[in-house]
């Protein structure tokens, strides 16, 4: 980028999670296509962030672009008050037909952080139309992350989840630690025993278990037992709390399972989803609930649900998921994400025997390197471009969630970058 570019970006736009004081400076992204950026100066970088895990299908995909110029002629956008349209009713569909039966109920928003908090304001007007007051507040797992909007924070770990700084301006929640158990193991008694307590304490004053299925994202890129799952879902039934599952980052093959949920079997009876809905072309999201909590809600006080975004259900977006959606229902999905799984193995679990690392662990298209000390994010924004790779570390963790539709020669060359980077950077 020209220097008066770069020197107003600099100062005067806000990058997510950056300092305006001290600022890391961006790269110039000119085009993208496939799995590769493009940057100003002709450096290519095969992108090993799938744009933050949305951009499944790559970038520039032809039957999504189709989709999206096909929309665009007939309407961009309409409000939804009132209103409908195909794009909005097809995709609806779809989400029903794919997501566990009991979902029947869709309510379409902007981003992941606000599907959240329209997941907790289910929940508690739930309990509102049903008379029962007290359940006021969330029971959520330590090492959680879900959003940046003010409700999805309060249910993000309180000193992990990058807003402590907040605690004291948040709605006070219940922190249970996360499962010691991990993927592939069976859960004791012993690993339930923290959940089981404060439900059976608090559970006149909880509305609902929030959790990220089986991958825990941005608060630490970890990998929990199924079987922790199924079980949390029966303590929410004995004690009559709901259910909210957080499939943002986890939905749409990405763990190995269409949703993380199918892992275990269950259906929760709240689910948000978002990120790769639109194959990374446009911010779109759903909540999900089922009969039970939708009739509950809406044969209450006020006879409606109370919330209403602008851009729900945009006609482009919609037209866009749809042609995202079926393109991945309609593959061979499950093949693929057991090659990027595999390769994923053989080239980063060895690097548990590193001196730097303190664990390397996959699990479907996801891998991930932990290191001992926090990597400098100033060294590895000036590396990347050298290694051909872009990356987004964050505190100690080193990962990568690709496209699916990347080759294993690009994949080597990520996975050899996320070495390159425990190595250098950290």
């Given at each position: 980028?020209n ?14 999670y ?6 890391v400076p ?159 193991e ?6 339930m025993?923290d959940l ?135 593959s ?24 730097k ?19 400098d994010?100033h ?19 080193i ?28």
């Amino acid at each position: 980028m020209n220097r008066s570019a770069q020197a107003f970006d600099l100062h005067h736009i806000w990058h997510p999670y950056s300092s305006l004081s001290k600022p890391v400076p961006p790269l110039h992204v000119r085009s993208a296509k496939g799995v590769r950026l493009t940057l100003e100066d002709d450096t290519e970088l095969i992108d090993g962030m799938a744009s933050w895990w949305s951009a499944i299908h790559g970038y520039n995909h032809p039957v999504l672009n189709e989709a999206a110029k096909g929309q665009i002629d007939q309407m961009s956008h309409v409000m939804f008050g009132g209103l409908t349209h195909t794009p909005a009713i097809d995709l609806c569909r779809q989400l029903v037909a794919l997501t566990p039966a009991p979902l029947t109920k869709v309510f379409l928003s902007d981003s992941g952080s606000v599907a959240v908090d329209v997941a907790m304001k289910m929940a508690l007007q739930y309990w509102y139309s049903q008379g029962v007051k007290s359940k006021t507040q969330f029971v959520c797992l330590r090492g959680g992350y879900h959003g940046d909007t003010l409700g999805s924070m309060s249910v993000c770990d309180p000193d992990t989840g990058m807003h402590h700084l907040f605690n004291g301006m948040l709605a006070s929640q219940h922190f249970v630690e996360k499962p010691a158990c991990q993927f592939g193991e069976e859960a004791s008694d012993d690993d339930m025993a923290d959940l089981q307590r404060v439900l059976s304490i608090n559970h006149n004053s909880i509305a609902a278990l929030i959790l990220e299925p089986i991958v825990q994202g941005a608060g630490g890129m970890y990998f929990y037992s199924a079987d922790y799952l199924s079980r949390a879902r029966k303590l929410c039934d004995e004690y009559n709390v709901l259910l909210i599952v957080d499939e943002i980052a986890t939905g749409f093959a990405r763990s190995g399972e269409f949703f993380a949920c199918h892992h275990a079997a269950i259906c929760p009876d709240i689910m948000c989803i978002g990120k790769a809905m639109t194959g990374g072309y446009l911010s779109l999201a759903a909540t999900l609930t089922t009969d039970k909590v939708a009739s509950g809600i809406c044969e209450g006080e006020a006879g409606v649900f109370m919330h209403g975004p602008t851009f729900m259900a945009n006609p482009l977006a919609c037209s866009i998921a749809n042609a995202s959606i079926s393109l991945l229902a309609q593959s061979d999905w499950r093949s693929n994400i057991e090659r990027l799984s595999s390769r994923l193995q053989s080239n980063l679990l060895p690097a548990n025997d590193h001196t730097k690392v303190a664990n390397a662990r996959v699990l479907g298209a996801i891998g991930v390197v932990e290191t001992k000390n926090p990597v400098d994010m100033h060294k590895v924004q000036k590396l990347l471009p050298d290694l051909g790779v872009w990356l987004r570390p964050f505190g100690k963790l080193i990962y990568t969630m690709p496209p699916y539709i990347i080759t294993d020669t690009d994949l080597d060359t990520v996975c050899d970058a996320i070495k390159t980077v425990a190595e250098e950077c950290s």
